[in-house]
């Protein structure tokens, strides 16, 4: 199967800061990408959809400026989480899509767990 | 009405046993659709895509469509406590390629 990787895989860092974390389509191109956010015991929440060489969709309430989405080529996405607070401590996962497939699967990366103290 | 609804569970079956999880969808035009297993902590992991009626087999799983009713459902045969997970159904519509969109998924506990 497809895969998709994520890194870091875990981060910890300060009120203030900006964390980025980049999720990679390893053996296919993806031309659209998804970024989920998921707290504890809870649902997938996506935040954004990501498609290469344009502006990412966000979903309703997730702050763009908040949440920078860079998707530079067909393998490659990013988000930054800037000026990090505690309540942005959460798992983020990406995935990618892959067109090549019959019915365009979705390949979820491991996700990143960021803690902010 | 939710676009995809799943019962949360949990659903308890001894080891050995077949588990039947379900999935309803709202909207018709809905076209390609996924199971997807996720263990605690973890993200989650493509186990089936179906888009056509009938059954689809994979192994120990297999996937049911019956687009008429609107359900979609994962049977897992001779179940392991290594299956226990949240299973989750997700659905993409025709008229909207890049949409996803995830029921919240079944617990399952599978019980040695």
């Known amino acids: 199967g497809a895969v998709v990787s994520q890194h870091p895989s875990w981060v910890i860092c300060k009120s203030g800061t900006s964390v980025k974390i980049e999720c990679r389509s390893l053996?296919?191109?993806?031309?659209?990408m998804f970024w989920y956010r998921q707290f504890p015991k809870q649902s997938l929440m996506l935040m954004a959809t990501?498609?290469?060489?344009?502006?990412?969709?966000?979903e309703q309430g997730v702050e763009k400026d908040k949440f920078l989405i860079n998707h530079a080529s067909l393998t490659l996405s990013t988000l930054t989480v800037t000026s990090a607070h505690p309540e942005d401590s959460s798992f983020y996962i990406c995935?990618?899509?892959?067109?090549?497939?019959?019915?365009?699967?979705?390949?979820f990366g491991p996700g990143t767990r960021l803690t902010v103290t | 009405q939710k676009e995809v609804e799943q019962n949360s569970g949990p659903l308890s079956v001894p080891e050995g046993a077949i588990a039947s999880l379900n999935c309803t969808y709202s909207?018709?035009?809905?076209?390609?659709f996924f199971w997807y297993r996720q263990y605690s902590g973890k993200s989650p992991e493509l186990i089936m895509s179906?888009?056509?009626?009938g059954d689809k087999e994979d192994g120990r799983f297999t996937a049911q469509l019956n687009k008429a009713s609107q359900y979609v459902s994962l049977l897992i045969r001779d179940s392991q406590p290594s299956d226990s997970a949240t299973y989750l159904c997700?659905?993409?519509?025709?008229?909207?390629?890049?949409?996803?969109?995830f029921g919240s998924g079944t617990k399952l506990n599978v019980k040695p």
């Open positions: 995935s990618a899509r892959d067109t090549g497939t019959g019915a365009g699967e979705q390949y």
């Open positions: 053996d296919f191109q993806a031309t659209t």
């Open positions: 990501s498609n290469e060489g344009s502006k990412a969709t966000y």
């Open positions: 909207d018709r035009v809905s076209q390609s």
């Open positions: 179906i888009y056509s009626n």
């Open positions: 997700a659905v993409n519509r025709l008229n909207n390629f890049n949409k996803f969109y």
